[in-house]
């Protein structure tokens, strides 16, 4: 069955932002006398809603201070777009596929983003606070007018292989260099790819 549109999730994916994200997770530890765990162990195991994740430690707070905590340490502004991101747009575009982020990130700071770097208009839908994606990601394959078997969707964390399946789409796992892809397997991908161009060789695969 072809192809017929691509979503991303937008930390770590896009943006490449996965240090920044990992280092307001660490202060949320600290700030409870938690010891954090290591990047890898956070890849392979974080896993939305991230109050249940913290809960895990015995870090118990509403998520006003969770969010507070966290963004004190965790700047995603700093942050930039994959270039090689960048350039999988344009083949995708060429190819005449339409692209969507679902992120449990702010949607209006993903737009501020993607306009510095002119790209807000190359998405057909941009979805933000999205801690479940599995409605979200129905609603973009409407949205695409497809079926959920005929959308890509490209996340690096396990809930996003869980989400993905659970909608019924092609999840692919993307492991930006962290060695966590067999996690991102079981977790339920479909496809594991290390580099953006890779997409479009999965693009063949599931036609």
Excluded at 11 to 36: C, Q, T, W
Excluded at 126 to 135: C, N
């Amino acid at each position: 069955m072809s192809t017929k549109g691509i979503i991303f999730d937008w930390d770590g994916v896009v943006l490449d932002s996965i240090k920044i994200v990992y280092s307001g997770m660490r202060a949320v530890f600290n700030h409870f006398g938690v010891e954090p765990p290591s990047l890898a162990d956070f890849y392979k195991n974080y896993r939305q809603p991230y109050n249940h994740y913290y809960k895990k430690f015995g870090i118990n707070a509403d998520d006003a201070e969770l969010r507070r905590i966290y963004f004190s340490a965790a700047d995603s502004g700093r942050a930039e777009i994959f270039p090689e991101f960048k350039e999988l747009l344009l083949a995708l575009k060429f190819l005449n596929l339409p692209v969507a982020i679902i992120s449990s990130h702010s949607l209006d700071l993903i737009i501020e983003k993607l306009k510095r770097d002119n790209l807000e208009k190359e998405f057909a839908v941009i979805v933000g606070l999205a801690f479940d994606k599995v409605e979200p990601i129905l609603d973009v394959c409407s949205c695409f007018g497809a079926k959920p078997e005929e959308v890509i969707f490209v996340g690096d964390m396990l809930s996003d292989m869980r989400d993905g399946t659970n909608a019924e789409v092609c999840a692919v796992g993307f492991d930006g260099g962290y060695g966590h892809y067999r996690a991102l397997i079981k977790a339920g991908a479909r496809h594991c790819i290390c580099r953006h161009a890779q997409i479009l060789s999965i693009i063949i695969k599931e036609s």
